[in-house]
C-alpha cells in the first residue's frame, strides 16, 4: 500500500502539471490562430459590421494603440479592450490570462501586432475562455479521488489475496498444534494450489511419517528390550533367591555358574542396546579407508566354529569407515551364517558397479522369502534361530544393517546360487582416493 501510495503521488503530482501545459498550449493556439486569421483579413480592407468568429472563437478585437476598440465580434459589442498588454511591431504575440471578477470566468488571450492593417497600425485580441482545470483545484481534487479510489482498490485485493494465501498457512498452524506424541498419526492439510505452502505441508507430512516410524519403532524397541532383558534378570533373581532360601541344598558352583551365565547373557544385551543407540544418534567416530578384501580374509582365518569358512575375495576393494565397525559388521554375519549352516561357509568381496560388494554364503536351509526384512527387525529371531541359539539377543542383524546403513550401504538377505543355503548381500561405495565416500 505505501509503495502504491509513492507512485500514485508522483503519478498524480506529473499528471496534473502535464494536463496543465497541454490544456493551456490549446488555448493559446486556438485563440493565436483566430487572430492571426483576423490580422490577415485587415491587411486588405476594414470589417464592415462585426468580425465573425474564426474556428470557434467568438471574441475577437481589433484595438487601436490608444486602447480604441476599432472592431469586435458580436459577443464584445460595446465592451473594452480584452486585455492592456500590448505586442511590440516585431516581438511577436502577447498572452495574457484575463478574470472577471464578478461571474469568476477568466479568459486566455493571444494578441498580435498588426502596424500596416486597413486600420493603420492596429493590435488585434482573440480570447478563449480558460479551462476550469486550469482555473481552480478541480483537475488535483479529480486525480487525488481518482487516486484513493485506485489505492483502495489496492488494498482491498492485496488483503483479500494475502488472506487467500495465508489461511492455508494457518490451518496448517492450527493443526500442528493439535499433534502430540500421544497422536503422531495426524497430517497437516495440503491445500490444492500447488504452490509454496502446498510443498511444505507435504514436507511436514513427510517429516510426520518419519517421526511416527521412529517413534513406533522406539515403543517396539522399548518393549522388545524389556522383554529380552526380563528374563535372565529373572532367571537370575530365581537363582539368587533359591540359593539364599537353602543355601546348603545345592552346590553354590553351579549356581554361580549359572548367575554368571544370565549376567554375560544381560551384558551382550546391553552391550547390543547401547551399539544400536549410537548408531541411531549417527555417532560415527572417525573413518579410513578399508581394504574391505583384506578384513574379510582375515576375519574368515580368524573363525573357530565347527564349520568350514572360506573365502574368495578381491583385495584393494577400498570403502571408507570404521574398521571397528566393519568388523562388527562382518563378525555378525560370519557368526549367524555359522550358526544356520551345516558343513560350508563362503565369504566372497568383489567390485560391481562403482561398489564394493560383500556376500556371506552358507548351506544352510535360508530364509523364506517373507521373513527376509523381518529378521532385521530389533530382537526379531526365527524358530531355527532360537533353537540353534537359545541365548541370542535377535540384535546382531539389527547392528549390521545398522552398520551399513551408517555407512551409505544397504544390507539383504536372499537364497545363495553359490551354496544353496542362505546369502548376505552387503554393498558399500568405493573409497575413491581425495574424496571421503565415493
Known amino acids: 500500500m505505501l509503495v502504491a501510495a509513492l507512485i500514485l503521488v508522483v503519478a498524480i503530482t506529473a499528471t496534473s502539471r502535464l494536463t496543465r501545459v497541454v490544456v493551456e498550449r490549446e488555448e493559446v493556439f486556438a485563440a493565436g490562430e483566430a487572430a492571426r486569421e483576423v490580422v490577415v483579413d485587415i491587411q486588405k480592407e476594414r470589417f464592415d459590421g462585426p ?34 498588454a500590448e505586442p511590440r511591431r516585431d516581438d511577436g504575440p502577447v498572452g495574457d490570462v484575463v478574470c472577471d471578477p464578478d461571474p469568476g470566468d477568466c479568459l486566455t488571450v493571444v494578441g498580435y501586432s498588426s502596424p500596416d492593417s486597413a486600420y493603420g497600425d492596429a493590435l488585434v ?22 487516486g484513493a479510489a485506485v489505492l483502495a482498490s489496492i488494498g482491498g485485493i492485496a488483503w483479500w489475496q494475502s488472506g487467500r494465501t495465508l489461511r492455508p498457512v494457518e490451518d496448517v498452524r492450527t493443526r500442528l498444534e493439535q499433534i502430540t506424541a500421544s497422536d503422531p498419526d495426524k497430517r497437516l492439510p495440503v491445500p490444492e494450489t500447488d504452490d509454496e505452502i502446498a510443498a511444505l505441508a507435504r514436507t511436514a507430512n513427510e517429516t510426520l511419517r518419519r517421526l511416527e516410524t521412529a517413534l513406533d519403532r522406539q515403543r517396539r524397541f522399548a518393549s522388545d528390550a524389556s522383554h529380552e532383558l526380563r528374563n535372565p534378570i529373572a532367571g537370575l533373581r530365581t537363582r539368587l533367591e533359591v540359593e539364599l532360601a537353602d543355601p546348603g541344598a545345592g552346590d553354590p558352583r553351579e549356581a ?40 574379510a580374509a582375515a576375519e574368515a582365518e580368524r573363525r573357530a566354529a565347527g564349520v568350514r569358512v572360506d573365502s ?13 565397525r566393519l568388523a562388527r559388521l562382518l563378525t ?7 550358526r544356520h549352516a551345516e558343513r560350508r561357509v563362503l565369504v566372497g568381496v568383489a567390485q560391481e558397479g562403482g561398489q564394493a560388494v560383500l556376500r556371506v ?33 535377535g540384535l546382531g542383524l539389527a547392528i549390521s544393517r545398522e552398520i551399513a546403513r551408517a555407512l551409505g550401504g544397504t544390507l539383504d538377505a536372499g537364497d545363495s546360487d553359490v551354496l544353496g543355503g542362505a546369502v548376505f548381500v552387503l554393498r558399500l561405495p568405493l573409497y575413491r582416493p581425495g574424496s571421503r565416500r565415493s
Open 256 to 295: 554361580l555358574r549359572g548367575a554368571l551365565k544370565d549376567t554375560q547373557r544381560l551384558e551382550r544385551i546391553v552391550a547390543d542396546l547401547l551399539e544400536l543407540a549410537r548408531l541411531d544418534a549417527d555417532l560415527i567416530s572417525g573413518g579410513e579407508p578399508v581394504d574391505l578384501g583384506e578384513l
Open 125 to 146: 485580441y482573440a480570447a478563449v475562455p480558460r479551462s476550469v482545470l486550469l482555473t481552480g483545484p478541480l483537475l488535483e481534487f479529480s486525480l487525488v479521488g481518482l
Open 312 to 324: 574368495s575375495v578381491e583385495r584393494g576393494t577400498h570403502v571408507y569407515g570404521n574398521r571397528a
Open 332 to 338: 555378525n554375519l560370519l557368526a549367524n551364517a555359522e
Open 361 to 393: 554364503h552358507d548351506d544352510g536351509h535360508g530364509v523364506p522369502e517373507q521373513d527376509r526384512e523381518r529378521i532385521f527387525d530389533r530382537f526379531a529371531r526365527l524358530d531355527e534361530s532360537r533353537r540353534r541359539d537359545p541365548g541370542g539377543t
Open 51 to 84: 468580425i465573425r468568429p474564426r474556428g470557434g472563437v467568438v471574441r475577437i478585437q481589433v484595438v487601436s494603440r490608444s486602447g480604441e476598440v476599432l472592431a469586435a465580434t458580436g459577443t464584445l459589442a460595446g465592451a473594452g479592450p480584452l486585455t492592456s
